[in-house]
């Protein structure tokens, strides 16, 4: 509302929808200041103090929907204080934690011109030339992935009956497509059996006489497959972890054998899903050994790349995906390394016939024919997102993102080699990526888990996971940087529960002063709980009695 008193009034409202307010509005201010310096304007409005999250909690505790309207400019002022001073900065060079960066500048810009259009992707009435713009982004991600020759996407990236994958919000969505074609594709229509997209799961397994189906993965699958298994009917149950060699990458021979005792139980295991970038590590699952026993099998072989697709883009480091190739279906989130905004998902298939098993049409779009990408997509309404990932691989360019790919896995194998000079720190899984885990291990507390019995051992550990998690809290509440926490089961370590710190280096602007001082920074807040560090003495003085005895 842009009148001098704030009252509920027509042409006020009408003119929300027109025209903006003046020059000297705060809005104004904060878009120049935006657009004029992101990283500063960050800085100056995001405060560093933290605020417990019960007291931010106070400021967002009504639930009526206001009677009396609001000024634009003080409505933002009030959304600066409350929202935007205590956000996440998720930009920062320190903030190494998790997989959300800092984005190219010129995406903010274009998301408003997209936003300003607001066209809507499920249908060619309301996106037009945004249409083929997202089929020619699938098409580039599937020939990042696949390699097709020329004739190929001639042939099929416009093709109204076709698709060669779909555009979504994010990695989730993305699995869940893929495990829907592939759960379709097992259970198909046959004679007079309509499929299971017809006569539900439970006809088409007494069809079939399956007892139960399931989706094999690594243990160190994303949680996401867990929500896939659950919405697609296969139960959280169905989707079976497989063992993991000390790399964290699926084994083998280990999947083979689950694969038969599913089989010999009449249980169907009709998908595997191998990872291309592991969540908690970054690790990369043998993919060209499951799409061989996907082949013998009869699997429908997806790769999550949710995190680690974007790696294709560097030719140094893209044999690290060996046989994705092979894949039926591929999963890149756009918003992970490729530096698009959130709600960026992809999930490609080399097979353009592929999702003719989910098609779905109605009367007043998605005719049969047409080329609504509504047609083959779980979600309906969709923001034209498409355009910032079109936008960026045209600005930045396949050498660019090689550029930022290599700089990330660098940083990380320079700050794994820095972790591993420390007499006090130990590094837990190697980065095979830019993403790596470590902790904190007082050096006399090293040596002592040297020699100490396996239940000496597990004591020491226990402290260290409590004295790991009060660091990365304390380092998140007051300290200069960011890293996340997980934990992983080492098999250095008998497999024990172990609680690490995480590590993703995505952020090009991150230094390696920066790393250093990550370090200098856990070792003073160690200090800062000396109850711990006092119990941990006890149990290494216990050690080194017993061993010397
Ligand atoms: C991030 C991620 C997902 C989930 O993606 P969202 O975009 O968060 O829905 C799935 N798998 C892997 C490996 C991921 O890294």
């Not at 699926?250 to 005792?261: C, F, G, N, T, Y």
């Not at 993102?401 to 080699?417: C, H, R, T, V």
Request: charged content about 20%; aromatic content about 6%.
């Amino acid at each position: 509302m842009d009148q001098k008193t704030a009252d509920v009034n027509f042409d006020s409202l009408l003119r929300i929808f027109t025209v903006p307010e003046g020059p000297d509005s705060t809005l104004t201010q904060i878009e120049a200041k935006l657009s004029h310096n992101l990283n500063h304007f960050l800085r100056e409005h995001i405060v560093a103090e933290e605020k417990p999250l019960r007291e931010i909690e106070k400021d967002f505790s009504s639930p009526a929907i206001p009677e009396q309207p609001q000024f634009v400019s003080d409505h933002t002022q009030h959304l600066l204080d409350t929202l935007v001073s205590h956000s996440v900065h998720t930009s920062s060079p320190s903030f190494i934690g998790h997989m959300t960066s800092a984005l190219p500048y010129f995406l903010m810009p274009l998301s408003k011109i997209m936003i300003a259009l607001n066209q809507n992707l499920v249908k060619i009435e309301t996106s037009k030339a945004f249409t083929p713009l997202e089929r020619q982004v699938l098409g580039m991600l599937h020939r990042l992935i696949y390699g097709e020759n020329d004739a190929f996407y001639s042939q099929w990236m416009h093709s109204a009956n076709h698709s060669l994958g779909a555009f979504c919000s994010g990695g989730t969505i993305a699995n869940i497509t893929a495990l829907w074609v592939a759960r379709n594709n097992a259970l198909k229509p046959q004679g007079s059996f309509g499929g299971v997209e017809k006569e539900g799961l439970f006809a088409a397994m007494m069809h079939h006489g399956y007892k139960g189906l399931a989706i094999l993965v690594s243990e160190r699958g994303h949680y996401s497959l867990k929500k896939a298994a659950d919405v697609l009917g296969i139960g959280q149950k169905g989707l079976v972890a497989v063992k993991t060699d000390s790399n964290n990458r699926i084994v083998p021979s280990a999947l083979k054998a689950k694969i038969a005792e599913l089989k010999e139980q009449g249980i169907k295991p009709f998908a595997v899903v191998g990872v291309a970038g592991t969540t908690e590590t970054g690790n990369i699952d043998p993919l060209r050994d499951i799409a061989e026993i996907c082949a013998e099998t009869d699997c429908h072989f997806h790769v999550d790349a949710a995190w680690g697709g974007a790696t294709l883009m560097s030719n140094h480091h893209r044999h690290l995906l060996d046989g994705i190739e092979l894949a039926d279906s591929v999963t890149i989130d756009a918003h992970k390394q490729l530096y698009i905004p959130m709600g960026a998902g992809m999930v490609l298939f080399r097979s353009p016939e592929a999702m003719k098993s989910i098609e779905h049409h109605a009367q007043y779009i998605l005719r049969k024919g047409s080329k609504d990408l509504g047609s083959h997509t779980l979600e309906g309404s969709r923001s034209g997102m498409a355009m910032l990932v079109y936008a960026a691989m045209h600005i930045i360019s396949r050498p660019g993102y090689e550029m930022l790919i290599d700089q990330g896995i660098e940083k990380a194998s320079y700050f794994a080699n820095l972790i591993e000079q420390q007499p006090d720190f130990e590094l837990i899984s190697h980065p095979e990526l830019c993403l790596l885990t470590y902790r904190y291990v007082p050096s006399h507390v090293k040596q002592a888990l040297e020699s100490a019995t396996p239940e000496q051992q597990s004591k020491i550990h226990n402290l260290l996971n409590e004295l790991t998690k009060f660091i990365q809290k304390r380092q998140r509440e007051t300290g200069k940087s960011f890293v996340s926490r997980t934990q992983l089961n080492p098999i250095r370590w008998d497999e024990r529960d172990t609680i690490v710190f995480r590590v993703v280096l995505a952020n090009p602007l991150t230094t390696t002063l920066v790393l250093e001082s990550v370090l200098e920074e856990q070792r003073l807040i160690a200090t800062q709980v000396p109850s711990l560090m006092h119990k941990l003495e006890e149990q290494c003085a216990k050690v080194m009695k017993t061993s010397h005895a």
